[in-house]
């Protein structure tokens, strides 16, 4: 497997909790630096939440900070994003990467859509 696995994104209320998981087969997810991005609509895509695979500091922007928290489980190869409180402002296209931006692999993306 080349491209991770995502799911459990979905429609939720505002303040709602969602938890994203990326499956990682055939990788040695320790040794990778982990992230999630989003892309709403009409906008860049935007680093969410990463921690490096060096000395696992970890990354979180201002408009999530508190409230999403990014953790993976290297025994079952798989990441993920734990989402709470969440709002509207939240709603884009979710994508998990293992590597880095430029040069690692990335999922196919999954919707999270968050209702007033």
């Known amino acids: 497997q080349l491209q991770p696995v995502e799911s459990g994104g979905g429609l939720v209320q505002s303040g709602g909790s969602l938890r994203l998981s990326c499956a990682a087969s055939?990788?040695?997810?320790?040794?990778?630096?982990i992230g999630w991005f989003r892309q709403a609509p009409g906008k860049e895509r935007e680093g969410v939440s990463c921690t490096s695979s060096l000395d696992r500091s970890t990354y979180y922007s201002d408009s999530v900070k508190g409230r999403f928290t990014i953790s993976r489980d290297n025994a079952n190869n798989t990441m993920y994003l734990q989402m709470n409180s969440l709002k509207p402002e939240d709603t884009a296209v979710y994508y998990c990467?293992?590597?880095?931006?430029?040069?690692?692999?990335w999922g196919q993306g999954t919707q999270v859509t968050v209702s007033s």
């Open positions: 055939g990788f040695t997810l320790d040794a990778y630096t």
């Open positions: 990467n293992m590597g880095g931006a430029a040069l690692g692999y």
